[in-house]
C-alpha cells in the first residue's frame, strides 16, 4: 500500500535546484542526435559521470519500462514507482506491459486502490525505452473494471516527451484531474516513466492548490515521491521544471 501520511513541513526536499540544473535535456539525451540504439544512448550517460553518480543512472524497470532489458538483474516493482498526491489522486509510470501478465498485475493493482480514471499523458504510437511499441491497456483496464461492476475512464492529453505541456494542455488536465475527483473519482496519472511530464503536471496541480509555489512546489513534490524506490528526478527537463516553478496558485 501506498503511504499517505502526509505531514509537510515546508522544509526543502531532498533534490537542490543545482541537481535539478544538471539533469539531462531534449538537446543532450534523446535521438534529436540520431541515435538509433540504446547503448548508444547508455555511452552518452555514462560519459557525464556526475549525472551517473547523482542519479544511479541506468534504472532497469519491469517490463514495458525496462530500458536494456536482463542486462540487470535488479528490477523495480510497478506499485514501487507509483505515489499519491492526495487521496483521490495517484501518478506513476505506464501501467500497460509488453507482458500480458504483468500488464493485468499492474492495472489490478490500482483498481484496487480505488482507481476509476486513468489520465495519460503519452502521444500515441510513442515506444519504450528499448524502441518496442508500447501495448495499449485502455480496453484490459475498462474490461477489470466492470468485472467489479465499476466504470474505469481512460483519457488523453498528448504530451510529447520530455517536453513541457503548454499552458493550454496543463489547465485541461488539471481541470480534468479535479473535476474527476470532485465527482468522487480516483485519478492515476502517468506518462512512460513517470518522471518528466507526469512531474510537471502534478507540479503544478500542487501550485494550483497553492501547496507549494515556486521551488517549494517542486520540494513538496520530492516530499510526496518519498517513498518512490527509483529516486529519479521529477520532473526531468529545464522546460519541465520552469512550468511548475511559474505555475500560479488558482490557475
Given amino acids: 500500500m501506498i503511504n499517505n501520511q502526509h505531514s509537510w513541513d515546508g522544509t526543502k526536499g531532498e533534490q537542490s535546484m543545482a541537481k535539478r540544473k544538471t539533469r539531462f535535456t531534449e538537446a543532450t539525451l534523446w ?3 540520431g541515435w538509433q540504439d540504446p547503448w548508444d544512448m547508455l555511452d552518452e550517460i555514462e560519459a557525464q559521470q556526475d549525472y551517473l553518480n547523482d542519479y544511479r543512472w541506468p534504472y532497469t524497470f ?5 530500458l536494456l532489458g536482463s542486462q540487470w538483474d535488479q528490477r523495480v516493482r510497478f506499485d514501487g514507482r507509483v505515489y499519491k498526491v492526495n487521496d483521490s489522486f495517484l501518478a506513476g509510470p505506464f501501467p500497460g506491459d509488453l507482458d500480458r ?3 493485468t498485475e499492474n492495472l489490478t493493482w490500482l483498481l484496487d486502490q480505488g482507481v476509476t480514471r486513468i489520465i495519460s499523458l503519452m502521444e500515441r504510437g510513442e515506444r519504450d525505452w528499448r524502441m518496442r511499441p508500447i501495448r495499449e491497456y485502455n480496453r484490459e483496464a475498462k474490461a477489470l473494471g466492470a468485472k467489479r461492476g465499476i466504470k474505469v475512464a481512460c483519457d488523453r492529453f498528448a504530451i510529447r516527451d520530455l517536453t513541457a505541456p503548454t499552458v493550454k494542455q496543463t489547465v485541461k488536465v488539471l481541470d480534468r484531474i479535479d ?7 480516483t485519478v ?3 506518462c512512460l516513466g513517470g518522471y518528466g511530464r507526469t512531474g510537471a503536471v ?3 496541480w500542487i501550485a494550483r492548490h497553492g501547496l507549494g509555489q515556486g521551488i517549494n512546489a517542486l520540494d513538496y513534490l520530492d516530499y510526496i515521491r518519498r517513498d518512490e524506490v527509483t529516486k529519479c528526478v ?4 529545464q522546460p519541465q521544471i520552469a512550468r511548475v516553478i511559474g505555475w ?3 490557475k
Avoid: F, L, N, W
Avoid at 62 to 66: A, E, I, L, V
Avoid at 179 to 185: F, H, K
Avoid at 234 to 237: E, F, M, N, R, Y
Fill in 202 to 204: 502534478v507540479g503544478c
Fill in 248 to 250: 500560479k496558485k488558482g
Fill in 179 to 185: 473535476r474527476s475527483m470532485a465527482d468522487g473519482e
Fill in 234 to 237: 521529477s520532473p526531468q527537463t
Fill in 31 to 33: 535521438p534529436d542526435k
Fill in 101 to 103: 501478465a504483468q500488464q
Fill in 62 to 66: 519491469r517490463g514495458t519500462t525496462s
Fill in 188 to 190: 492515476y496519472v502517468h
